[in-house]
């Protein structure tokens, strides 16, 4: 596959960046933050470390009955 010269945005390649008169530009640590990573599954940390929990106490249990092969 070979590349193809376009000249599609000649026009306006050489003209000025737009800026508002209105609205002024925004600071790089609020625009930034606009891009910072979020939680979307709230509690899921939550949510694994007490399934961790659970089957740390369920192995316990087993192993204190005299089950070796818990899970096996």
Do not use: C, N, W
């Not at 790089?28 to 694994?48: D, N, S």
């Amino acid at each position: 596959m070979t590349l193809q010269e376009t000249h599609k945005y000649d026009d306006i390649i050489a003209m000025p960046h737009h800026q508002s008169r209105k609205h002024s530009h925004m600071s790089r640590h609020k625009r930034a933050a606009q891009f910072m990573p979020f939680a979307a599954l709230t509690g899921y940390e939550r949510v694994i470390a007490q399934t961790a929990e659970e089957a740390e106490a369920a192995i316990a249990k087993a192993e204190s009955q005299g089950d070796d092969d818990f899970g096996a």
